[in-house]
């Protein structure tokens, strides 16, 4: 397998293994033999049809769901080093006519304290802290029900990088958001990704962003069927197979 510009081997660095991976729910074999290496620093793109198992595969990741294989997070010198995982995913929906805004979201799911308390200082301080991350400390008195796409996504992403994880990991992130907004989200992406060395893997049915910012894009249908730089996936004979044969706009 390709494993991006590490060459194969981890060397000084971190990474995430996934070794013969398989889900099975009642008799239907969701997943089988998925094997994947992703080193920190590095964007990896999993693409696939609908119903190939790429949520599946996020959801084994997270520990939401059985599976068979091993998930294993590696940095060296360090031995059993627990994994901390920022999740952002497919498309919340917010009611535009509901009160909470941008800040009230954080101080929900950063403190004990009920939101409809108030956030004090400390609290919105913080929260500003984490917005900029992602440039977007503008968005904290927004109700969340009045953001668009690229500025829901860009505060989701904040969210998850409190605290600072190992792996991010995006499901759709590109969904309903306008092209200048995708183009805007995946640079945001890179900059976190070089800033904080992170491993990224996010799910995408959107294959023109691919060639710029994924390191190694994967294929997969119930199993990997290839994997490699944008270019040689894009352009092998599995993709145009698995896309001509199930019919799914390229």
């Known amino acids: 397998m390709n494993v991006g510009s590490h060459g194969g081997i981890c060397g000084h ?17 969701i997943l089988k033999d998925v094997t994947m290496h992703i080193h920190c620093g590095e964007l990896v793109a999993l693409i696939g049809p ?14 939401q769901i059985a599976h068979e294989g091993t998930i294993s997070f590696s940095v060296p010198g360090q ?5 901390k995982i920022g999740y952002v995913p497919q498309s919340p929906t917010f009611d535009p006519g509901d009160p909470i805004t941008v800040c009230d979201l954080f101080a929900c799911c950063m403190s004990k304290r009920p939101a409809f308390l ?18 977007a ?3 904290i008195d927004k109700r969340m ?32 958001v306008d092209v200048e907004g995708m183009t805007a989200l995946m640079d945001m992406l890179d900059e976190v990704r070089v800033n904080y060395d992170l491993s990224i893997l996010m799910t995408t049915h959107n294959f023109d962003m691919l060639k710029r910012y994924a390191n190694q894009v994967v294929l997969i249908n119930h199993t990997v069927l290839c994997d490699g730089t944008a270019d ?19």
């Open 13 to 29: 660095s971190c990474c995430l293994r996934i070794q013969n991976l398989g889900v099975t729910i009642g008799n239907d074999s």
């Open 50 to 63: 609908n119903g190939a198992g790429k949520s599946t595969l996020l959801k084994a990741i997270l520990g």
């Open 79 to 83: 031995r059993n080093r627990k994994v």
């Open 118 to 135: 108030g956030v004090g200082k400390k609290m919105r301080a913080k929260v500003l802290q984490c917005l900029g991350r992602v440039q």
């Open 137 to 139: 400390e503008g968005l």
């Open 145 to 176: 029900g009045n953001l668009s796409g690229g500025e829901l996504q860009r505060v989701l992403l904040a969210l998850a990088l409190e605290p600072l994880p190992n792996v991010l990991i995006l499901d759709e992130p590109l969904s309903g």
């Open 232 to 250: 040689d996936v894009l352009s092998g004979k599995e993709f145009a197979q698995v896309f001509h044969r199930t019919g799914e706009a390229i």
